[in-house]
T-cell receptor, first 113, second 112 residues
Framework: NAGVTQTPKFQVLKTGQSMTLQCAQD?????MYWYRQDPGMGLRLIYY???????DKGEVPNGYNVSRLNKREFSLRLESAAPSQTSVYFC????????????FGQGTRLTVV | DAKTTQPPSMDCAEGRAANLPCNHS???????VYWYRQIHSQGPQYIIH???NNETNEMASLIITEDRKSSTLILPHATLRDTAVYYC?????????????FGTGTRLKVLA
């Protein structure tokens, strides 16, 4: 089982460049999430999608946009990358039922120079 | 707005039980407590979760106090591969789904 797959695994961008981080899950989950993790810190929620067709801002949405392409895929776009966006990005997915857990991808390590 | 407090680091001897505490004094009645761990900046790995009863699975046990203001994750026989950052998380309801609020976690080091 693939679970949650993120691409790419590593990326270096120049300030001002744009890119899209891809995330796909094969567990038929309703909800999907994007988090970022800075050194020595826990994960912070950027955007989430409760179900197909909906997206909402999390704690740190500035500088990002998202698209819930279909039930499986949830992408994160940086329109004009900044050094402050250097981080590790994690995608996650879960069912809507209360007594279930979220599954995380292996992360995308992004460096903006 | 992390809702949990954990010690920043702990050591445990290999083969002994590791007991990781967590305070979540502001937890609401329908909010679950989750534990995840992260090894070498890999994606967080689910361990266990609970609402008010104690829970056990093949990885660990979760003990939740009766007032639900704190909990303890127990790894019964810690191995070197259990060295990781352990996150105690309160999952809150938001706009039709749930949000997992991460704190800074406990860095557990298992010693040979």
């Amino acid at each position: 089982n693939a679970g949650v797959t993120q691409t790419p695994k590593f990326q270096v961008l120049k300030t001002g460049q744009s890119m899209t981080l891809q995330c796909a899950q094969d567990m038929n989950h309703n909800s999907m999430y994007w988090y970022r993790q800075d050194p020595g810190m826990g994960l912070r929620l950027i955007y989430y999608s409760a179900s197909e067709g909906t997206t909402d801002k999390g704690e740190v949405p500035n500088g990002y946009n998202v698209s819930r392409l279909n039930k499986r895929e949830f992408s994160l776009r940086l329109e004009s990358a900044a050094p402050s966006q250097t981080s590790v990005y994690f995608c996650a997915s879960s069912y809507l039922q209360p007594n279930t857990e979220a599954f995380f991808g292996q992360g995308t390590r992004l460096t903006v120079v | 707005d992390a809702k949990t407090t954990q010690p920043p680091s702990m050591d445990c001897a290999e083969g002994r039980a590791a007991n990781l505490p967590c305070n979540h004094s502001t937890i609401s009645g329908n909010e679950y407590v989750y534990w995840y761990r992260q090894i070498h900046s890999q994606g967080p790995q689910y361990i266990i979760h609970g609402l008010k009863n104690n829970e056990t699975n093949e990885m660990a046990s979760l003990i939740i106090t009766e007032d639900r203001k704190s909990s303890t994750l127990i790894l019964p026989h810690a191995t070197l591969r259990d060295t990781a950052v352990y996150y105690c998380i309160v999952r809150v309801s938001i706009s039709g789904t749930y949000k997992y609020i991460f704190g800074t976690g406990t860095r557990l080091k298992v010693l040979a």
